[in-house]
């Protein structure tokens, strides 16, 4: 289709005044892709443990996001969860003062009672814990599991909770919220097994703790045999641990044998503190000659690993000074380039002023033109309404006429007769059935209140003990928003459907299913006749349905196979 110069000049002029927004864009979306980049590099390097690496680059990442002016909601979750992922690696390192102040500033990203918000209490929860801060740890716990939507994400904080209830020495309270979450089998049957053994051993540890001694062992070892069954390993280490103190004042030998085992298994794992705790109940025992073997590794690891966590605190500390020394310096240079184009800028106001108002104008006299041609054509598309009514109107009185005519005739004939009665009587009938069918064909449609009940009604007429006309879904859309013109059109388009049914289909079943979205009404029409060939198809309905349709630019899509049935889909705009 050929265009006008004018048109191209629009079009130019538009390209020009958005030159400068589309170079913004652009830097926008290389600056996220490349905070996304580096978000994505932290993730896998903390995956590997290399945990300075991975901070430094979700930091810079952080930076980034925080530049961006547009995306504001998808750009604020980003910075949030690269939050909460850095007070997990300071968390890791022992930095647990560091790791609250860092996931606390991630509450301002995050939307409030979301999955983001549960995690980040339940990361100050697990700071305060292990702060000895046991009544502020509980109560972030509890506030992370009412923000977790997911039962099973519920259970973690929970369990949690006992886990404090423990070491709080309120091995009552323990002992009940375990029972209760034992009740709750929310998992496949592998899953829950491994998440039952840590609930199992914890209650087994509350009940040795309580002095239930037997009933604690129990199931402290229930819970080791479901470990080692499904290779939990790094969980045994607990379950081994939780036996080594139960046998210290029963029997040294087991008690040595359990804290070695999870000392090996620590080791292997590169589990610290496990370790540490296993060296304690080793030395704890106090078995002469290896005393002061265990207790050089004792402090020798725990030298070390607060040397290397006072690095990692370090190494954090300078991450933040140097990236917001670079901070500072890029908004420094980002203020000399604005001062440097806000003369430049000034320029152009003017310019986009006059070309924002031309575009304006452009627009408005499209929308007018395209609104009276609208205008003209419901006009049309009403008047042509009207003409059918009138036509139905006059069809009804003629065959009322011929009616009158056959009754004026039987009244003239003997009616003794049984056969001349019989074909009187079908003669009447089938005027009278012409009648009917040709009134409610071209009758007027009620579009107000009642169109519903309207729609519902034409539709049962073609209900018979033979066929069934299902209708779904009608309720659900508000027709008072749909206007006049379109409603005529559905239920017209939907009378020549089961017109076209009832005179080639032999369907016993009519599936009739409408659904809406923000934009349009989908009406789907199933029969389950006996179909025909898409060559074969008989066009005068389906074109009369078909320019319906389009004349409200909506579209209508037939499919029909031979024994397949007969399907229509409507496609119309709100």
Known sequence: MLRSPFFYFIILLFLFSCEEKKTVNTNTELIRKEALNLRNKGLENYDKQNFNTAFDEFYKSKQLYETLKYGVKKDSANIGYILIMMATIQQVNGDYYGSKETVTEALAYVKKNSVYTASIYNRLGVADKELSLYDDAIFYYKEAAKDFTDPVERQIPLSNIAAVYIQQKKYDNAIALLESLLNKKLLNKKDWAIYEAILIDNLGYAYFKKGMDEKGFGLMNEALQTRNEFEDTYRSIESYLHLADYYTQKDIKRSNKNALTAYNIATKLNSVDERLEALQILISNDHSAQNNQYVQ???????????????????????????????????????????????????????????????????????????????????????????????????????????????????????????????????????????????????????????????????????????????????????????????????????ELMVNMKKHSEANLVVIKFESDTKSIVINYNDNGKGCEKTLMIKNGLQNMETRIQAVKGTIDFDTEPGKGFRAKIVMPK
């Open 297 to 495: 590794k004792y402090f020798t690891l725990n030298d070390s690993i607060i040397k290397v966590r006072n690095n990692f605190k370090n190494k954090f500390a300078k991450i933040k000074y140097d990236a917001k020394k670079e901070k500072d310096e890029n908004a420094k240079l980002r203020l000399e380039k604005a001062e440097n184009l806000l003369s430049l800028q000034k320029a152009t106001y003017l310019r986009i002023v006059f070309i924002i108002v031309f575009i304006f104008l452009v627009i408005l006299i499209a929308i007018l033109i395209r609104y009276y041609k609208n205008k003209n054509r419901a006009i049309e598309f009403k008047t042509s309404y009207n003409t059918e009514t009138r036509i139905a109107k006059k069809i009804h009185d003629e065959l009322a006429n011929d009616v009158f005519h056959v009754i004026a005739f039987a009244e003239s004939q003997p009616l003794s007769t049984e056969s001349t009665k019989e074909n009187l009587l079908q003669k009447l009938d089938d005027i009278y059935g012409r009648v009917r069918g040709i009134s409610r064909e071209n009758n007027k449609i009620d579009t107000g209140t009642d169109f519903i009940k309207s729609l519902k009604d034409m539709l049962s007429t073609y209900n018979t003990s033979e066929r069934n006309i299902m209708v779904t879904n009608l309720e659900s859309i508000h027709w008072e928003s749909i206007d006049e013109i379109k409603k005529i059109t559905i239920s017209r388009v939907l009378q």
